[in-house]
């Protein structure tokens, strides 16, 4: 006999039994980390670059999110050279893996961003309203900030697109006959039903994001895997750095799906309402 739905939808053997080993052996590791001198040093020092990971995070998944709903936009325009555009910029960005993205921002793009800004101003400093902008003052954090912002907003713009696109053409016909401007049929129409087909990938692109953000390592940021990296290189302790390494990432990814996933449930049960 198959098993039993329970209440929830679920039958009582789809219970989260790897949820609760996780949590097990994020419990034992806690532990580990508390009693163990070596851990906990490790620990510390590696957490230190949890902030940096965070703020990368958090700005450059704002800026993409912003980017790629112009882009999504730009692909849904009534022109046919908008919607090229847009089309030309998500194929290229997404074929370019994020690594090589991240070099190429970091070591060809700033520069020539910081080249077109002085040549911008080069007004106000000729009349010493203004100083000359070295490449070096644009930190490695920000060009990484700058290329993560990039990659991902390629992906996000594809999301916008096909979410906004779900949405019955017949009510944004309704709209139009009621009088609404494009703004206002896209704030009160489109968006909110879009925004339950957009909201899974989109949750899901900012985990990627936590784990991407480790890339920027690569630049020298003292992000979580920079400071497990010098501490490994001067220690020699690689398997607790990267055993630590692991458990923070994996905390924080765990952690925000499970919390994400919880919204999209309430966003599902108001839906049913």
Known sequence: ????????????????????????????????????????????????????????TLVGFALATLLGLGIALLGLSDSVVLRQISRFYVEVIRGVPMLV??????????????????????????????????????????????????????????????????????????AKALGLSRYHRFRFVVFPQAIRVIFPPLSNDFVAMVKDSSLVSVLGVSDITQMGKVYASGSFRFFETYSIVTYIYLILTIGLSLALRQVEKRMRGKDRR
Request: proline letters at 5%; a negative charge; charged letters at 10%.
């Open 1 to 56: 006999m198959a098993p039993q739905p329970a209440p929830g939808g679920h039958s009582k053997s789809d219970y989260p039994w790897w949820l609760v080993a996780l949590v097990a052996i994020g419990i034992v590791l806690a532990v580990v980390i508390v009693t163990n001198d070596i851990y906990a040093q490790v620990f510390r020092t590696v957490f230190n670059g949890a902030g940096v990971t965070i703020f990368v």
């Open 101 to 174: 993205l991240l070099f190429y921002v970091a070591f060809v793009g700033a520069p020539g961003i910081v080249a077109a800004y002085n040549v911008l101003t080069s007004p106000l400093v000729q009349a010493g309203l203004s100083e000359p902008v070295m490449v070096r003052d644009l930190s490695l954090m920000w060009r990484a900030i700058i290329a993560l912002m990039i990659g991902y907003s390629s992906f996000i713009a594809e999301v916008f697109r096909a979410g906004i696109q779900s949405v019955d053409h017949g009510q944004i016909e309704a």
